[in-house]
T-cell receptor
Framework: GIQVEQSPPDLILQEGANSTLRCNFS?????LQWFHQNPWGQLINLFY???GTKQNGRLSATTVATERYSLLYISSSQTTDSGVYFC?????????????FGTGTQLKVEL | DGGITQSPKYLFRKEGQNVTLSCEQN?????MYWYRQDPGQGLRLIYY???????QKGDIAEGYSVSREKKESFPLTVTSAQKNPTAFYLC????????????FGSGTRLTVV
């Protein structure tokens, strides 16, 4: 099956710093998503970004599907950005669609 | 407000017992999913269902069972055959035919004692 790798696995930032998270995938995909999991376990969809660039406030994401990677940018980080960031790719099977997740980047933003 | 409700939030089970985790959604989504998350790891797919009365095994289905008798409900049973059931379980739903729109519940933390 498709492999999804994320880097770095862990990241500690001072509040106000910027960061870039990377997601590499092993096969062609037509659907990539970024999620944030807060410290209480809730997953929130950040971006649906099969290709190109999108921005939402201090967050933006870029996917280069031909080179099989996606980047998530966090600018002016805040303590509320802490948690785990996952990328996930969609696979279409005979039984329907399913998301395959990477192992995540654990982010901690400190004052 | 529409969303996904998982219950209970915390669950303790004795070894050898079956336990059922509840997942209900009022988003009118056709597709529903169960994922397992272990500490420091990503989510792994257990089962998924695109339509009522039909479901498919995911990557780690052994020791689990599901049913999809109603569009709104997708309960997961962790059986005694699951060797390492202690984990965080997440339910999700999405509209069929779309790649986006995934919504997750708040999870059930299962501990075997």
């Amino acid at each position: 099956g498709i492999q999804v790798e994320q880097s770095p696995p862990d990241l500690i930032l001072q509040e106000g710093a910027n960061s870039t998270l990377r997601c590499n995938f092993s096969d062609s995909v037509n659907n990539l998503q970024w999620f944030h999991q807060n410290p209480w376990g809730q997953l929130i969809n950040l971006f649906y970004i099969p290709s190109g660039t999108k921005q939402n406030g201090r967050l933006s994401a870029t996917t280069v599907a031909t080179e099989r990677y996606s980047l998530l940018y966090i600018s002016s980080s805040q303590t509320t950005d802490s948690g785990v960031y996952f990328c996930a790719v969609l696979q279409t099977t005979g039984g329907g669609n399913k998301l395959t997740f990477g192992t995540g980047t654990q982010l901690k933003v400190e004052l | 407000d529409g969303g996904i409700t998982q219950s209970p939030k915390y669950l303790f089970r004795k070894e050898g017992q079956n336990v059922t985790l509840s997942c209900e959604q009022n988003l009118n989504h056709d597709a529903m999913y169960w994922y397992r998350q272990d500490p420091g790891q990503g989510l792994r797919l257990i089962y998924y269902s695109q339509i009522v009365n039909d479901f498919q095994k995911g990557d780690i289905a052994e020791g689990y069972s599901v049913s999809r008798e109603k569009k709104e409900s997708f309960p997961l049973t962790v059986t005694s055959a699951q060797k390492n059931p202690t984990a965080f379980y997440l339910c999700a739903s999405s509209p069929t035919g779309r790649g986006d729109g995934y919504t997750f519940g708040s999870g059930t933390r299962l501990t075997v004692v």
